[in-house]
């Protein structure tokens, strides 16, 4: 139904900002919400961000509330994370996840998932 490629990822110090996005394929794009995941060397995977169909509702875990914003385009197929004030422990692989349910994309129980870029942040 829907693949995932996710982009952006990179090697940056404290402080700066990076963009993911998540490109994705399919006719039904626009019906599935979108999350992000990310997971550290040793930890296990952990929510990151949401966004509904629409656009209209976003979700953040407190660890990156006030630094990251989840957006999407129905019109080009792709989600993004901005990542501002990047910190050390932002350092993971970061995957996009999608589901009709915003909810599922919040628990790591949705549908699909893309393979993953590496975000390193460096101090």
């Known amino acids: 139904q829907v693949q995932l490629v996710e982009s952006g990822g990179g090697l940056v110090q404290a402080g700066e900002s990076l963009r993911l996005s998540c490109a994705a394929s399919g006719r039904t794009f626009s019906t599935y919400a979108m999350g992000w995941f990310r997971q550290a060397p040793g930890k296990e995977r952990e929510f990151v961000a949401a966004?509904?169909?629409?656009?209209?509702?976003?979700y953040y875990a407190d660890s990156v509330k006030g630094r990251f914003t989840i957006s999407r385009d129905n019109a080009k197929n792709t989600a993004y994370l901005q990542m501002n004030s990047l910190k050390p422990e932002d350092t993971a692989v970061y995957y996009c996840?999608?589901?009709?349910?915003?909810?599922?994309?919040?628990?790591?129980?949705?549908?699909?998932w893309g393979q993953g870029t590496q975000v390193t942040v460096s101090s």
């Open positions: 996840h999608v589901d009709p349910r915003v909810g599922a994309t919040m628990t790591g129980q949705g549908a699909y």
């Open positions: 966004i509904s169909r629409g656009g209209g509702s976003t």
